[in-house]
């Protein structure tokens, strides 16, 4: 009799973002393994809610085709003046929310609760629910979290991160099987448990559908930057390197949202940066389009230790297209580019280094050319989700 699995996830298509693609995919290869899967999650509201009235984002057809397996709960939006307050009330009602909506179903027979983390709050729903539901929990931990909090140094309450932490190793302790999207996760995790507990590896990466052989590009050397542009970002890199590349005439696409977005758009104004081009949010499709069409791609992250455990699902996009990276990190994402020599990795704060690298891949076709195919090599031998997915379907079987 096939398992019966529940996602429960903030983050769900067409919402952007590697988090909602991500749990969109294991919707999708866990039905096609015959796993009775289900999702419940809230509307889409990331960078705003408006953005989703426009059709464009609801561009897979094969997930708007099952409606009938998707619950989509709507959550108010509070608007305090203090933008962690509001922000609380927001993590508050979506528990709330699930917490009322697992009730409901405690005797739907689900075998497993597949919850994805961050935010912690959801966690607590399947936590209070796991008995009356009798069902095991899976914890996919996207994010070390509350340590990525102060890795932005956006939050200084020391108690309160103290507090989160022993919510996070009671989080650990409580779940069946821990889903990890970096391998980076594993030690710190494994030292807040008292034995040891089944940690899968299931990384970012891309469809097969999505490995494209890269046409050939245009004269006009373009560079690009896709993502976040958010306070773990480094955004006054960013800015540098916009600023070098126009000084070098060279075109760079940025196709970026978050909370510095508004920011670094003035800054252009401000320094009359015309060979710079900011797009607007889009889907994953069109987003994979652009950074094809592009020589080199840059990627950052804030240089702080809890850091160096991530892997950017940009980093895998890039590798994706066939995009070599110049990037601004270190740790794991860092070792990903060296070992597999898909681009360069800098972990100095100097953004000549990185502008001196794309100015060489600029003058060295070949050198590109051997980066690119190291890419599809790379995404191809590790990364592809159509194989890492049974890595979990053997474990729910």
Known sequence: MPKKVLI???NFYPAIGSAGNRMKNIFQLLSKADVQVEVLTIEPSYPNKNMYKDRTFWDDEDVNKQTDKITRLPIKSRKFTN???SRLFFYLEIMYRFIFELWRRRKDGYDYLYVSTPPIFIVFSAWLLR??????IILEVRDLWPDSLTGVKSFDQKWIIRFFQFVEKKMYHMADLIVINSKGFASHIQEKLKKQKKIVFLPNGPRQKELIEKSPLDEEFRVVYAGNLGLAQDIDRLKQVAQQLHE????????GYGMKTKEFKQFLTDKQLTNVQVHKPTTRRKSLELIRKSHVSIAFLNDVEVFSTVLPGKVLDYMTCQTPIVAGVKGIAADLIRENQTGYAFSSNDTTLMLEKVLELKEDQELLARMQANCLTTVTKHFLWEHNIERLVDIIE
């Open 8 to 10: 429960l996830t903030q």
């Open 83 to 85: 933008k962690l307050i």
């Open 131 to 136: 008995r009356p539901m009798k069902a095991k």
């Open 248 to 255: 070098h005439g060279i075109h760079f696409d940025v196709l």
